[in-house]
């Protein structure tokens, strides 16, 4: 019997598996990774979206962080893991307090504490206390410490309670006794300096110092006086000054005639 060319390719072709369809996987569009560093991809619809990562900025593939060195950031804030930051968090010691200057941290102790500020300040000693503070003196005393006293004393040349006030003796002649002058803000004599002149005599008046000729002197007080001459009795005239009222008047009269 023969066979049929057609039957025997139906048979060849029964001989043979049809092989399975191979399925090829998508290609991913973000390897390799096109948003640069600080940024991140993904897969959207087959297309590559990229973003910057939270806490950084600018557009990838450039995006950047806050800051790289500290004068990215506020002189205020330093450049700490790539963000702006207050340097002065937990830097100082106790009883200290920080303050940032040119980004810098600086520690220094409280107001009335002394020590290591990055470490531990102690409170100042109080120092010894000042018996003269506040000042217990008056007007024109001097307050100084003796001990654990205040002295008070009158300034030089002032006179008075020192802790109330002190005055000068006096500043004017009716601060004196009528007897006295006022001298250099002092009580004095003023006729202690004999200010008169010889064969004078001095005697204060109302403070102030007069100078007379003594009895049987005449001239100036101030400078000489001299012993009064009188003519002998022989070489008077006969007539009397005191009958003639021109003679009377002339001033010499007085020192031959009295």
């Not at 600080?38 to 939270?54: L, P, R």
């Not at 980004?103 to 990055?118: E, M, Q, S, V, W």
Request: net charge neutral.
């Amino acid at each position: 019997m023969s066979v049929s060319p057609n039957f025997c390719l139906l048979i060849s072709f029964m001989s043979f598996s049809v092989p399975e369809p191979i399925e090829l996987e998508p290609e991913d569009p973000c390897d390799p990774d096109p948003c640069g560093r600080y940024a991140f991809c993904k897969n959207q619809n087959g297309y590559a979206a990229c973003m910057c990562k939270e806490g950084y900025f600018g557009s990838p593939p450039n995006c950047r962080p806050e800051c790289q060195i500290n004068a990215d950031c506020p002189n205020s804030l330093a450049c700490i893991g790539e963000k702006c930051k207050n340097p002065c968090v937990g830097i100082c010691g106790e009883n200290a307090e920080c303050y940032v200057k040119n980004h810098n941290a600086i520690c220094k102790c409280l107001t009335g504490y002394i020590g290591d500020p990055f470490s531990y300040c102690k409170k100042k000693p109080e120092p010894p206390r000042d018996p003269c503070v506040p000042n217990p003196c008056g007007r024109n005393a001097i307050a100084r410490v003796s001990g654990n006293r205040c002295i008070c004393e009158c300034e030089s040349n002032f006179f008075g309670d020192p802790f109330v006030e002190c005055k000068r003796e006096c500043e004017y002649n009716r601060d004196c006794a009528i007897t006295l002058a006022c001298s250099n803000y002092k009580c004095v004599d003023p006729c202690a300096n004999d200010i008169c002149g010889i064969n004078a005599q001095c005697r204060v008046q109302n403070h102030n110092a007069i100078c007379s000729c003594i009895d049987g002197y005449f001239g100036d007080p101030f400078t000489r006086c001299d012993l009064r001459k009188l003519l002998p009795v022989c070489m008077r005239p006969k007539w009397h000054p005191k009958h003639d009222h021109s003679f009377s008047e002339n001033p010499w009269t007085k020192l031959f005639f009295k």
